[in-house]
């Protein structure tokens, strides 16, 4: 079965740099996704992404954070100058539509520790 | 507001016995919902969907019930397997791109 895969499992960053968080989705899904995971919280929606631009995006999603389809295949999340509170799971998801009856699927995620 | 939450934090259940995990939302204008499992170290996996015009959809071994009067989700396991001790969320979408989720259940299996 199709599944959507991250890398890296573990990124370790020093607060204020930057970091690429890479993501190839499921081959033939249209519609890319960021979610993240503080731990022990649920997970929030960070921004989507169709057609080579953002199609939405949550309060979290402030200007230290892009998102880019560099190629055919990859999906990358980029933070510019890390924080602490940047620490979380973040978890890409893609599907085939938006709404009912196609439902995201997501990897695995990246774990994001900023020190 | 919009919220979509749980419950209860957590249930336990003896292996062989049917669960009932349970969600409220309160967006009324959600139209879509979805069950996501999430074992420990793993991205939330699809369990089970149903839209607004539906108020049950089964699965293998899993029902969805959706009662909009009052707006509850739940979601039955039949004959509970080790295996499905995990976090499961309820997550809703109105339309839109972004799923909501809630604040998740934790089951345990007792053997």
């Known amino acids: 079965e199709p599944e959507v895969t991250q890398t890296p499992s573990h990124q370790v960053t020093q607060m204020g740099q930057e970091v690429i968080l890479r993501c190839v989705p499921i081959s033939n899904h249209l519609y890319f996704y960021w979610y993240r995971q503080i731990l022990g919280q649920k997970v929030e929606f960070l921004v989507s992404?169709?057609?080579?631009?953002?199609?939405?995006k949550s309060e979290i999603f402030d200007d230290q954070f892009s998102v880019e389809r560099p190629d055919g295949s990859n999906f990358t999340l980029k933070i510019r100058s890390t924080k602490l509170e940047d620490s979380a799971m973040y978890f890409c998801?893609?599907?085939?539509?938006?709404?009912?009856?196609?439902?995201?699927?997501f990897g695995d995620g990246t774990r994001l520790s900023i020190l | 507001g919009e919220s979509v939450g749980l419950h209860l934090p957590t249930l336990s259940v003896q292996e062989g016995d049917n669960s009932i995990i349970n969600c409220a939302y309160s967006n009324s204008a959600s139209d879509y919902f979805i069950w996501y499992k999430q074992e420990s170290g793993k991205g939330p996996q699809f369990i089970i969907d149903?839209?607004?015009?539906?108020d049950k959809r089964q699965g293998q071994r899993v029902t969805v019930l959706l009662n909009k009067t009052v707006k509850h989700l739940s979601l039955q396991i039949a004959a509970t397997q080790p295996g499905d001790s995990a976090v499961y969320f309820c997550a809703e979408n109105k339309d839109d791109y972004k799923l909501s989720f809630g604040a998740g259940t934790t089951v345990t299996v007792r053997a």
């Open positions: 149903i839209r607004s015009n539906m």
């Open positions: 992404f169709y057609n080579n631009e953002i199609s939405e």
């Open positions: 998801a893609s599907s085939t539509g938006t709404g009912g009856n196609q439902p995201q699927h």
